[in-house]
């Protein structure tokens, strides 16, 4: 069993958030009040293997990062989320987004190059 709301305050705490940087809580479609979302997780759920509790669109959003609901076969937590930093290195050379399975963008350019050098 977990505590969503104590659970949401590890997880803030653990990548130096608090909740004065929060600036809204809800979903895609809408918000709610930051002392009602914290009234409501002030609750046990059960975060074992199962069937998912905690809604899973909601958000905890912040100055360009965000919490996210994630689940696996029914266990679930929190994701810290950041907008990631626009890359400096500009690749035009990519022929490849699909190939291979579990490879990353480079991995398939890269190994399509050593393959045809």
Known sequence: MANLLQETNEILKENKKSWQEVK??????????????????????DDGYGAQEVATDLLVVGNNWWLERHEYDGSEWWEFKELPKEPIIYRPDIKKIIGEVWKTLEELNDKEESNNG
């Open 24 to 45: 809204w809580v809800g979903c895609r479609d809408f918000q709610i009040p930051i002392a009602l979302f914290k009234d409501l997780a002030n609750k046990e759920y």
